[in-house]
């Protein structure tokens, strides 16, 4: 059993339904549809499929040694660090997971047309990359800063035929992406499924997201008692909506013994106006159908977040892992845009691997977790998603540097 | 308790329903978003409005995220934002008009979070004080989480809510129950300011969600009646018109033509209410 209740999409007090009425006969009947189809076998092998030839699952566990050794080095700690390389998934990120399981859903609902919101352009990608593949018509919504920050990723859309739609309007970036994406799914319910990205949303998304992503934590799992011959001491992700983090938290929720932390960005510093700590620095409110904890003002106005990664600048997050902070079970950590720029280069120096700025902040955050280990524990990162999309921004703030 | 028509309290919305319905004609109900463009210009909108023919007044409390509006009251929260609008602002907004016209209904328009935030008690008592007479949250359904219905109720504030077409009869039942002056049914799957449908669906749908209802409340019409011609339609079947963003429009040309919004808004209205008879 685990240790979160889930009774009417509900995390303790978070969660639930918070949204216009257009769209609760809708939500009621993805939810019904998500509780059938997850027990369906037909289903559910036809998802095993697609994991395994399409997404190209399972993803390895690598063993990270030149890491700890530099952890080793810094901190005196000797750990084991591995990674769960989720970079290596079809379209360079976790997000695919998720979108293979929705668009069969949306497949089972008939519905005829998909959508989606990105920040990062990852999910944009993937939903874009799915609906090409089962041959529906495709439409996404992204923060024209997003646009910008990511270009890449916007060519990926075209070219898979997706429809991207620059968002202007409140801070142009996820949280605005999203209300579009919401507008959309109201005025075309009938007709349109909406691929959400994340554990966040109305329910059933963060339940049905975060099953969807818990092959992470499955395999990790398997993998890590494979390599150790026991459970790790600790799992580390970052936190944007927080779906990577609870694919791999899914695994290890109920075991007591396994430390999870999620990191959060903290931009310029939490200290400043300019994060996206929402666990760490918000408060309990109402995002985009969910009651969660959010960044917004004491008139209960929406901050704006800020982070160097897009799919981490977002002023709220799942509410299961609102309950999992309250509840203590898990612990959110923060990095700054220029630790996680200084862990994406460590990685790419030590492993060969150059992490998403996102996933860069979880890799940043193994020095604070190394302080709370003792000598011979390990601990599973999972790195959500590859640098390439990157690019742009990291040759920005390290120019010179790299190139000498 | 719930907010029934038998409730102990008098409530001005039913009072405005009951004296249109005396008088053979049909209320109309104005929507505009408050401090949209400033706090004072918006105090005289609304008086204005009040003055030139509407019956029950939504003021929209301008949120940063408003996911289901469209372009033009999102434009107008942004104006509204901008010139210091919010929650608070609003809740002041309600006190000024309220001081200056004991009669005029007002239903304070918004989304949860500004609620949530504030508390949902300390919510219902500062707006019950500031002389609002109900409330209409967009992203709150009542059946989903009970607290603010039950919340309102308790300050003797009514429960507007708002009713869809894709809305299942059992919601319908259910939204009704707890619902207070007027049941809102919004006339298409869309978002604020989209095109109005073809109207025998939302005559029907009406008097469908009458049948539901048991007749308790009146029924309401909204989203996407921009024109005279369309309120004077809508009035045909409907207990009440709600006319939002062409309202909204009205006030956002006037500020950018750099003229008083004022009296094209009263004549707007005056329209309004002429052709609805
Ligand atoms: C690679 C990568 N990791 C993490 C995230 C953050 O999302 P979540 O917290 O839902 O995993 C994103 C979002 O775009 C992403 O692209």
Redesign the pocket.
């Given at each position: 059993m685990s240790i979160v209740p889930q009774s009417h999409g509900r995390f303790g007090p978070y969660g639930g339904r918070y949204v216009s009425e257009t769209l609760m006969p809708a939500l009621e009947e993805l939810a019904d549809a998500w509780e059938h189809f997850s027990f369906d076998p037909t289903f559910r092998a036809e998802l095993d499929r697609l994991l395994r030839e399409y997404v190209g699952r399972p993803t390895p566990l690598t063993e990270a040694a030149r890491l700890a050794e530099h952890v080793a080095k810094t901190q005196g700690r000797r750990l084991r660090v591995f990674l769960k390389r989720e970079d290596l998934c079809h379209t360079g990120?976790?997000?695919l997971n998720n979108c293979v399981g929705q668009i069969l859903l949306a497949q089972r609902l008939g519905k005829q047309r998909i959508i989606a919101e990105?920040?990062?352009g990852?999910?944009g990608v993937a939903t874009a990359t799915v609906a090409a593949l089962f041959g529906l018509p495709c439409e996404i919504y992204m923060g024209a800063v997003d646009v910008e920050r990511q270009s890449l990723n916007v060519f990926r859309m075209h070219l898979l035929g997706a429809k991207v739609h620059p968002v202007k309007d409140g801070t142009a970036t996820l949280k605005d992406a999203m209300n579009e994406a919401m507008r959309d799914w109201v005025t075309n319910v009938g007709t349109t499924h909406y691929v959400l990205?994340?554990?966040a949303g109305p329910h059933p998304y963060p339940t049905m997201v975060g099953e969807l992503q818990s092959v992470i934590g499955r395999e990790a799992r398997a993998q890590i008692q494979a390599a150790t011959g026991r459970l790790p001491d600790a799992c580390l992700a970052?936190?944007?909506?927080?779906?990577?983090?609870m694919g791999l938290f899914r695994g290890f929720i109920d075991d007591p013994g396994v430390r999870l932390y999620g990191v959060e960005a903290a931009g310029e510093g939490i200290d400043t106006k300019h994060h996206a700590a929402t666990l760490g620095k918000g408060r309990p409110g109402v995002l985009h159908g969910a009651r969660s904890y959010v960044l917004c003002d004491d008139d209960g106005q929406i901050d704006e977040a800020h982070s160097i990664s897009?799919?981490?600048d977002y002023p709220g997050v799942g509410p299961e892992h609102s309950y999992l902070r309250d509840s203590g079970r898990a612990q959110y950590l923060s990095a700054t845009d220029q630790e996680a720029l200084a862990a994406c280069r460590l990685l790419a120096r030590c492993e060969g691997i150059i992490p998403?700025l996102?996933?860069a902040h979880a890799v940043a955050g193994l020095p604070r977790v190394a302080e709370q280990l003792s000598d011979g524990a390990s601990v599973i990162i999972n790195i959500?998603?590859r640098g390439d999309k990157d690019m742009g921004t990291i040759a920005k703030h390290f120019g010179a540097e790299v190139s000498s | 308790m719930t907010n029934t028509p038998g409730r102990p309290f008098p409530s001005r919305i039913a009072g405005a329903f009951a004296r249109a319905r005396a008088q053979g004609r049909k209320t109309l109900v104005l929507y505009l978003t408050g401090c949209d463009p400033d706090f004072d210009t918006s105090r005289r909108l609304l008086l204005a409005a009040a003055q030139a023919g509407a019956d029950v007044l939504e003021l929209g409390v301008p949120w940063s995220d408003p996911s289901a509006d469209g372009p033009a009251i999102q434009a107008a929260m942004r104006r509204a934002l901008a010139a210091g609008g919010g929650m608070a602002k609003a809740l002041d907004l309600c006190r000024t008009v309220r001081a200056a016209n004991p009669e005029i209904p007002v239903v304070l328009f918004g989304y949860a979070n500004p609620i949530f935030v504030r508390g949902t008690a300390k919510f219902a008592a500062q707006a019950k004080q500031a002389g609002a007479d109900g409330v209409l949250c967009v992203d709150w359904p009542p059946d989903e989480d009970p607290e603010l219905a039950q919340t309102l109720a308790q300050h003797a504030l009514d429960l507007v809510p708002l009713i869809a077409p894709t809305s299942t009869p059992e919601r319908v039942k259910a939204i009704a129950a707890v619902a207070g002056g007027f049941l809102y049914y919004v006339s298409l799957t869309g978002i604020t300011g989209s095109q109005l449908p073809n109207l025998d669906e939302t005559s029907a749908r009406v008097r469908q969600v009458r049948e539901l209802s048991g007749g308790r409340l009146p029924v309401a019409v909204g989203f996407g009646i921009a024109t005279p011609a369309d309120a004077r339609a809508v009035a045909g079947f409907a207990d009440g018109v709600v006319v939002g963003s062409a309202a909204v429009r009205v006030i956002e040309r006037a500020v950018a033509a750099g003229r008083d919004p004022v009296p094209a808004l009263e004549a707007f209205v005056s329209d309004l209410r002429a052709a609805m008879g």
């Open positions: 990120s976790h997000k990105t920040g990062a990852q999910h990205g994340t554990v970052c936190v944007g909506g927080g779906s990577n983090a897009a799919g981490l998403a996102e996933s959500s998603g | -």
